[in-house]
């Protein structure tokens, strides 16, 4: 088992400015390098990280993070960097060693994951009644269109009918 798997990495994804993001320090002890180190790479690389692939924590975020995940006291020098699931995959080229690379693997999977997961059970129930009660606001009583989507809408929260079984009985 490797050491990286002992860490829950869907714990050191933080969601700020709306992004799904991961602190720099998370990351560099996840590829098993000083935090210092792995920002010197990023800078010697700058051009590969625009500011939707990573960027610095303000004053007042990282004091909100830090309360969030329970920091109380740190000593970095400089606020720190974050970065989205694209700048963590551009990590991989910058850090290019095999514990990088196997780790880069992970991280994807879990963001993967998190999306399935968010995509899945996303709410589309409720979204649907909520348009429905849009649509019922709005609708003509002789509009047939909408009354055919409101219908439509009926039809995909209702449960699928439990088909007829046709054949032989075991």
Known sequence: MNESALIPIQDLIYEIREQKVMLDSDLARLYGVETGALNRAVKRNIERFPEFF???????????????????????KYLPYVFTEHGVLMLSSVLNNKKAISVNIEIMVTFINMRQYVLSHGGTNEQIAELRKLLMLYIDKNDKRVNDIIIALNNLMEKPKEPIKIGFKP
């Open 54 to 76: 990573m960027f610095q924590l303000t004053e007042d975020e990282w004091s909100i993070l830090r309360c969030q995940i329970g920091i109380l006291k740190y000593d970095r």
